[in-house]
């Protein structure tokens, strides 16, 4: 169920409007899985998102995302590791083989290789108050398959370019398609809102994955000072290794 902070609204001066950040916290459950002879049990985890003037910051247990609008830049955080890599908002608008792709043969770069699409749908429902509309997100290359349902609401007042490279980076270090940032990100600009609720079916090696994730709470707050920075002593890695 969707828990809704009182008062998302615009807050108004004599000197204009003054917004204070969106909070929004997702509850991510993968269902327990079999590969390769080993199960894994199933799995919840909660993600903090804030998302205001200076960029945007999701937070989860070993990943991070953070943009800083007055860099152009993307920060994927890796907090076991301590370390992060930076993305210029360039690559993004970029197409082809990442650096590490190059010289490698035809047919490892093929089985490599995954195709992304985003289709719209006329579907439509309401999740809590907010009204949705179903889009449909498909990857696959020579070892992996799958098709996530996104119900998107253009309800919750966010910067949504932002929130699009936020989808972007995320999917591009989980899926492993550093490779073809901008044309993932072309895919992905065709959502139009946030979602609210999202189910995937993941097929690896004859093993089917299953994960929900959903909006729980909306509130529009102050973020703590240090949520547009990177950690400290955190070390800076090669985005494209």
């Excluded at 398959?145 to 998107?152: H, R």
């Excluded at 995320?170 to 550093?178: V, Y």
Aim: include cysteine.
């Amino acid at each position: 169920m969707l828990k809704l902070a009182t008062g998302i609204t615009a807050l108004f001066t004599i000197t204009g409007i003054v917004c204070a950040d969106l909070y929004m916290k997702q509850k991510q459950h993968t269902d327990s899985y079999t590969v390769a002879n080993k199960t894994e049990p199933a799995k919840d985890e909660v993600i903090s998102i804030w998302i205001g003037d200076k960029g945007l910051r999701s937070a989860g247990p070993q990943q991070s995302v953070l943009i800083r609008l007055d860099k152009s830049t993307v920060y994927v955080i890796d907090n076991d590791k301590k370390s992060y890599s930076e993305i210029p908002f360039t690559l993004f608008e970029s197409a082809g083989s990442a650096p590490q792709m190059e010289g490698l043969p035809d047919f490892v770069v093929n089985m490599m290789k995954i195709t992304a699409s985003v289709t719209p749908t006329d579907e439509t429902k309401t999740i809590g108050k907010y009204n949705c509309k179903k889009y449909i997100q498909k990857l696959e290359n020579s070892m992996m398959k799958s098709e996530t349902n996104l119900w998107v609401t253009k309800d919750i007042p966010v910067n949504v370019t932002l929130y699009k490279k936020y989808l972007t980076a995320i999917l591009a270090s989980s899926a492993g398609m550093k490779q073809m940032l901008g044309d993932l990100s072309k895919e992905l600009n065709k959502i139009d809102g946030v979602y609210v609720y999202s189910s995937t079916v993941s097929t690896v090696m004859n093993n089917q994955l299953k994960s929900t994730t959903e909006i729980i709470e909306i509130k529009e707050d102050t973020a703590p000072a240090e949520t547009y920075e990177i950690p400290a002593k955190y070390k800076k890695t090669d985005w494209n290794k």
